[in-house]
């Protein structure tokens, strides 16, 4: 449409908007609060899905789904019998077979299509998987630079896929993971690739979190103290130690207290038959799943938020869980395990105790001096507030990943955009910079390099002589 503003870049999504990712919802509203106009993709239909407050209207409706398998591979063959797609794509539909992955070269054709049409150069993903391979091919097909959002689970368990975790990372304009611990492995596992790599936190809402905190004191909820744990039942989040934990406690004599963890999965019969086990169904819960507004006002009554993460025998694990960031921001002291991400958000003795993993009694131990030192709860849970909003908070998660994409020259210039902050203007500036300094330095050799030259035709003017 004539007049419409243009796109500053794309998002590719695996799925979006889904419930078990607000996170990317909170950073695209908020990307777009900050003045970009990101053109999103969802590569699955999520419209049949449930949604809540969390996704506005608008943002939804701006979403373009990418159509049904069949329908997409005869728009594809359609594109290509009338001779529009670029041959790099014509030559991989071609000798690509019927590998397992071929749906991201249909996708990755579909998308750089729109893309080129809306005028976007630059894409970017979240997690390590679906949505960053179509950017992959992107890339080769269109010439469309790409960066993504490394997570957890997409890092440490690689796919066995054509397209893995080491062709992403050289192929990527930028890499954004979550943690500081990614950051390190990332930068280790691929040398050649570290100054690519920049950390950004997941961010958070913490508005109902630090509105219901303000209600009352963490821990006034009535009866014995609440230790809260919430997280989908399976390996990686430790339930059983937290069961095994609160046996412990009670054989120690510790004061009356209730456990309660939230959430459902297939590891509900094994947690049950273990609390059965060890005669703690006075003690702990298992409460099932609850909205988000339930979560929050759980939060809201608990003393201590517990989550013994743990490695899973396969390698899988939690790098920065988002439930920590939530009772932080509750006003809650947190007990966690020194794993992958986990200590960049519990600093121990600090906002709250940490201890290794698979390790029940200390667990528990940790759990004891809390439950039983308000006064200590109290300050534990403060410092977790303030680090949340320094570090968590979705106006500067975003901001950081804006800075980044723009610093990098992979948001289109926009006058508009560059002059909502000086330090924007100045990244526009330098990238501009940067891009001027390498065409020179191609196109008109250095006056070191000239005297050389010129050296070089004197030496071989007095050989000839």
Request: aromatic letters at 8%; a positive charge.
């Amino acid at each position: 449409m004539p007049g419409t503003p243009r796109h500053h870049f794309a998002y590719v999504f695996e799925r979006f908007p889904t419930f078990t990712q607000t996170f990317c919802v909170r950073e695209v509203t908020e990307m777009r609060r900050l003045g970009l106009r990101p053109l999103v993709f969802s590569i699955r239909d999520t419209r049949d899905e449930p949604l809540d407050e969390h996704f506005p209207a608008e943002l939804v409706e701006s979403v373009h789904f990418l159509p049904p398998r069949e329908e997409l591979t005869a728009l594809v063959k359609a594109w290509k019998a009338e001779g529009a797609l670029p041959q790099e794509a014509v030559l991989t539909l071609r000798h690509w077979g019927d590998v397992p992955d071929k749906g991201r070269v249909y996708e990755a054709i579909y998308v750089g299509m729109k893309m080129r049409e809306a005028g976007v150069a630059h894409a970017h993903s979240h997690f390590a998987g679906v949505g960053a391979r179509c950017c992959f091919w992107l890339k080769r097909f269109f010439g469309s630079s790409y960066s993504f959002t490394g997570h957890a689970n997409d890092l440490f368990e690689e796919a066995p896929f054509e397209v893995g975790l080491a062709d992403l990372m050289r192929e990527a304009a930028l890499v954004v993971t979550v943690s500081d611990y990614t950051a390190g492995w990332l930068k280790e596992r691929f040398p050649r690739q570290r100054g690519r790599v920049r950390r950004v936190y997941n961010g958070l809402d913490l508005a109902p979190f630090e509105a219901a905190a303000r209600e009352g004191a963490p821990g006034d909820g009535g009866g014995p103290p609440l230790v809260l744990s919430v997280g989908r039942l399976i390996e990686k989040k430790g339930f059983d130690d937290l069961v095994r934990a609160c046996a412990h406690l009670r054989s120690i004599g510790s004061p009356p207290f209730r456990c309660v963890i939230v959430g459902d999965g297939p590891l509900e019969g094994e947690l049950r038959e273990l609390i059965e086990k060890l005669g703690v169904g006075g003690e702990v819960e298992l409460a099932g799943a609850k909205t988000q507004p339930e979560i929050i006002e759980l939060l809201s009554r608990a003393a201590v938020f517990a989550l013994p993460c743990v490695t899973e025998k396969g390698g899988g694990k939690d790098n920065l869980p988002t439930v920590i960031m939530e009772a932080m921001a509750s006003r809650l002291p947190c007990v966690s395990t020194r794993l992958a991400g986990v200590p960049e958000m519990v600093v121990h003795g600090e906002t709250g105790l940490l201890t290794g993993e698979r390790e029940p009694e200390a667990f528990a131990e940790a759990l004891a001096d809390l439950l039983g030192d308000p006064a200590l709860r109290g300050r534990m849970g403060a410092a977790g507030q303030r680090r949340a909003r320094e570090l968590f908070a979705k106006e500067e998660t975003a901001r950081a990943l804006r800075d980044g994409l723009v610093a990098g020259g992979k948001v289109r210039f926009d006058v508009g955009l560059a002059m909502r902050s000086p330090g924007l203007a100045a990244r526009y500036l330098g990238q501009r910079l940067r891009r001027i300094g390498r065409r020179l330095r191609v196109r008109k050799p250095s006056r070191f390099a000239l005297a050389e030259q010129a050296a070089k035709r004197a030496r071989e003017a007095a050989d000839v002589g």
